[in-house]
């Protein structure tokens, strides 16, 4: 797309086919789709379990409004204020519900946060952190719980933060983890290992980075 504007030839549409095409041989990728969309190239993403998003977009069983609402999320749509900016529907992209919290404690509405699905979706939004926190433990929980509860008898993994989730400070706090060795021995040995680890690169969207083969 940026090779087409930057040569003039976005506005014919078989210029447009011809760049494209171009520059997917250049990458090697000329099977796949010449051009597309960020909500395509979003689904179609390999090894990222698109399948399992896919699977509940097209489920009956499931409420079509919340199917409704995860395709709108996908695709990009939702009616945020900074998507009904866009649209011209609203006058600012500022977010609704930052404002309101911070004129119930009485602090200034300037300068919010775009009120993006992923704003309002996060901790960072001061209207919905409370809300989005309590879900993020609840959902931890349930899979925490359910690893748990499918564990078989001769596992040698011990769950042992069962009652709360806990971090490498307060963990060895506790007696039966100094048993086995001190923080600092636990600090350097995990340094040690992750030198050791090799990483890849990895392409997408047009993009190499470097990510290790342990995260």
Same mark, same amino acid.
């Given at each position: 797309?940026?090779?087409?504007?930057?040569?003039?030839?976005?506005?014919?549409?078989?210029?447009?086919?011809?760049?494209?095409?171009?520059?997917k041989k250049?990458?090697?990728?000329?099977?796949q789709p010449f051009y597309g969309t960020w909500v395509a190239d979003f689904m179609l993403r390999q090894d990222a379990g698109r399948f399992m998003l896919g699977k509940y977009l097209s489920d009956k069983k499931i409420q079509w409004q919340r199917r409704r609402r995860s395709g709108m999320a996908v695709a990009g749509n939702t009616p945020t204020a900074n998507f009904l900016t866009k649209i011209g529907k609203m006058q600012s992209a500022g977010?609704? %519900?930052?404002?309101?919290?911070?004129?119930?404690?009485? *602090?200034? =509405?300037?300068g919010l946060a775009d009120e993006t699905h992923g704003h309002i979706n996060s901790a960072g939004c001061k209207g919905m952190a409370?809300?989005?926190t309590a879900a993020h433990h609840s959902i931890w929980r349930h899979l925490y719980d359910s690893m748990h509860a499918a564990q078989k008898p001769k596992s040698?993994?011990?769950?042992?933060?069962?009652?709360?989730?806990?971090?490498?400070?307060?963990l060895w706090r506790r007696?039966?983890? %100094?048993?086995?060795?001190?923080?600092?021995?636990?600090? *350097?040995? =995990?340094?040690d290992i992750e030198v050791t680890i090799p990483v890849k690169k990895v392409k997408r969207h047009g993009t190499t980075s470097i990510q290790s083969l342990s995260s």
């Open positions: 797309m940026v090779t087409a504007l930057q040569h003039g030839t976005w506005m014919d549409e078989e210029d447009f086919k011809k760049t494209c095409i171009k520059e250049k990458r090697g990728d000329i099977h977010c609704r %519900l930052c404002r309101i919290a911070r004129v119930a404690r009485g *602090e200034s =509405a300037d409370t809300t989005v040698k993994f011990k769950f042992v933060t069962l009652d709360k989730e806990s971090n490498t400070s307060t007696e039966e983890f %100094l048993r086995i060795c001190s923080k600092d021995d636990l600090v *350097e040995k =995990a340094q």
